[in-house]
């Protein structure tokens, strides 16, 4: 069964710091390029950062930049969202996706035909 599982979420106080991991089960994530998205309350889902199937490329939603990075290791089969520098707005469920043509890793939701159930993510004091 092709399964993506987010992890490493949770409470963190504004200018802080996590690592979301999204492992994959039933295929190799290799080649595949992997976006992040994320859902605010009461918002739509929204585009943070994706890597290319090859790792060599990564794009990031504006709000994000200079603050999120995005990496891959194929080896242990995940890819990675290091967060740091947190704010309140940055509080939603964190969603990893991938795309099995490895080419596109941009912030169309509907290039991307795997998704996972989700990590929650709350940036508060």
């Known amino acids: 069964q092709v399964q993506l599982v987010e992890s490493g979420g949770g409470l963190v106080q504004p200018g802080g710091s996590l690592n979301l991991s999204c492992e994959a089960s039933g295929f190799t994530l290799d080649l595949y390029a992997i976006g992040w998205f994320r859902q605010a309350p009461g918002k739509g889902r929204e585009f943070v950062a994706a890597?290319?199937?090859?790792?060599?490329?990564?794009h990031y939603a504006d709000s994000v930049k200079k603050r999120f990075t995005i990496s891959r290791d194929d080896g242990k089969n995940a890819v990675y969202l290091q967060m740091n520098s947190l704010k309140p707005e940055d509080t939603a469920v964190y969603y990893c996706?991938?795309?099995?043509?490895?080419?596109?890793?941009?912030?169309?939701?509907?290039?991307?035909?795997?998704w996972g159930q989700g990590t929650q993510v709350t940036v508060s004091s």
């Open positions: 890597i290319s199937g090859s790792g060599r490329s990564t």
């Open positions: 996706a991938a795309d099995s043509g490895g080419t596109y890793y941009g912030p169309d939701m509907r290039e991307y035909e795997y």
